[in-house]
């Protein structure tokens, strides 16, 4: 059997014991204010970011994991004879993924493959889920590459907003939309569709959001091989009314932080779920 190796991105934002569990290696992204950089992950959490911005009134920039970095990795990994599987966040939104590209070329080497998650945070972490269970199931590189991007458009993720500020401000999604979501108390509820976020619908106050998210996976033919990710950054109401829902249905789930790459365009307030469906 192949002794594989599955790397991703701190964007992913899975818990770090799964991490451990599973042996992934995670490459962070860099969080930057002005001149100072940080390690996501490693060097500044979701919490820390939104007390510096409240401190210093600055939106920090975020960067890609380099190509230098990548290939730092992929040697040391292939040195010790693994293959690799190498899974990232949406093109559309970073070049992390072009990173990882570069390396495998720099590299010249059959025994890594990179895959465009077209996903970000856990709908990310999701995919990597799925590459851990076909590892398990005795998958070669090649199987795993053709498996993980045909069920890749079959994740759905359904968050709610409390505002869309972040999301304009990074650029993550258009003035328009983030207008039509700061009127009349009006919420947002966002899926990502062709690798960027896009509205999927609004209503009005939290109790709608909750239940509009609930609707959505239960019209939903769930994968029952991987858990139900919940996702949230400081949305105590909805991520409880969450959790009361999957503990009551029996729905197997895992609570995944968000990053402080994610939450610097998600900004605070945003909560949901994301699954992958048959």
Same mark, same amino acid.
């Given at each position: 059997?192949?002794?594989?190796?599955?790397? !991703?991105?701190?964007?992913?934002?899975?818990?770090?014991?799964?991490?451990? &569990?599973?042996?992934?290696?995670?490459?962070?992204?860099?969080?930057?204010?002005?001149?100072? +950089? $940080?390690?996501?992950?490693?060097?500044? =959490?979701?919490?820390?970011?939104?007390?510096?911005?409240?401190?210093?009134?600055?939106?920090? !920039?975020?960067?890609?994991? !380099?190509? =230098?970095?990548?290939?730092?990795?992929?040697?040391? $990994?292939?040195?010790?004879?693994?293959?690799?599987?190498?899974?990232?966040? +949406? *093109?559309?939104? +970073?070049?992390?993924? &072009?990173?990882?590209?570069?390396?495998?070329?720099?590299?010249?080497?059959?025994?890594?493959?990179?895959?465009? *998650? &077209?996903?970000?945070?856990?709908?990310?972490?999701?995919?990597?889920?799925?590459?851990?269970?076909?590892? #398990?199931?005795?998958?070669?590189?090649? &199987?795993?590459? #053709?498996?993980?991007?045909?069920?890749?458009?079959?994740?759905?993720?359904?968050?709610?907003?409390? *505002?869309? #500020?972040?999301?304009?401000?990074?650029?993550?999604? @258009?003035?328009?939309?983030?207008?039509?979501?700061?009127?009349?108390?009006?919420?947002?509820?966002?899926?990502?569709?062709?690798?960027?976020? @896009?509205?999927?619908?609004?209503?009005?106050?939290?109790?709608? %959001?909750?239940?509009?998210?609930?609707?959505?996976?239960?019209?939903?033919?769930?994968?029952?091989?991987?858990?139900?990710?919940?996702?949230?950054?400081?949305?105590?109401?909805?991520?409880?009314?969450?959790?009361?829902?999957?503990? =009551?249905?029996?729905? =197997?789930?895992?609570?995944?932080?968000?990053?402080?790459?994610?939450?610097?365009? %998600?900004?605070?307030?945003?909560?949901?779920? !994301?699954?992958?469906?048959?």
């Amino acid at each position: 059997m192949e002794k594989i190796k599955i790397i !991703t991105d701190s964007t992913a934002d899975l818990p770090k014991e799964i991490y451990k &569990q599973y042996d992934i290696e995670v490459l962070p992204l860099l969080v930057n204010f002005g001149e100072e +950089s $940080y390690l996501d992950g490693i060097e500044i =959490n979701a919490n820390e970011v939104f007390e510096k911005i409240e401190k210093v009134n600055i939106l920090p !920039t975020t960067a890609q994991v !380099t190509p =230098n970095r990548f290939i730092e990795a992929y040697t040391k $990994y292939l040195r010790e004879g693994y293959k690799i599987i190498s899974i990232h966040m +949406s *093109s559309v939104m +970073s070049g992390t993924y &072009q990173s990882a590209c570069i390396a495998k070329e720099t590299l010249e080497s059959e025994d890594i493959i990179v895959i465009d *998650s &077209q996903s970000v945070t856990a709908a990310l972490g999701i995919l990597v889920l799925k590459a851990v269970k076909l590892k #398990e199931r005795g998958y070669d590189i090649i &199987q795993m590459k #053709e498996e993980l991007n045909r069920v890749k458009d079959n994740i759905k993720l359904s968050v709610h907003f409390d *505002s869309l #500020e972040y999301l304009v401000r990074g650029g993550r999604i @258009s003035k328009t939309a983030g207008i039509v979501g700061g009127m009349l108390g009006i919420k947002l509820i966002l899926e990502i569709k062709a690798g960027i976020m @896009s509205v999927k619908d609004k209503v009005r106050g939290n109790k709608k %959001s909750i239940k509009k998210i609930i609707s959505d996976l239960e019209s939903a033919n769930l994968d029952d091989e991987l858990p139900v990710l919940l996702i949230d950054v400081n949305n105590v109401e909805i991520k409880e009314a969450l959790k009361e829902y999957l503990k =009551n249905n029996n729905i =197997n789930y895992i609570e995944c932080p968000v990053g402080s790459v994610v939450c610097i365009h %998600s900004g605070p307030g945003c909560c949901g779920l !994301t699954f992958l469906t048959k």
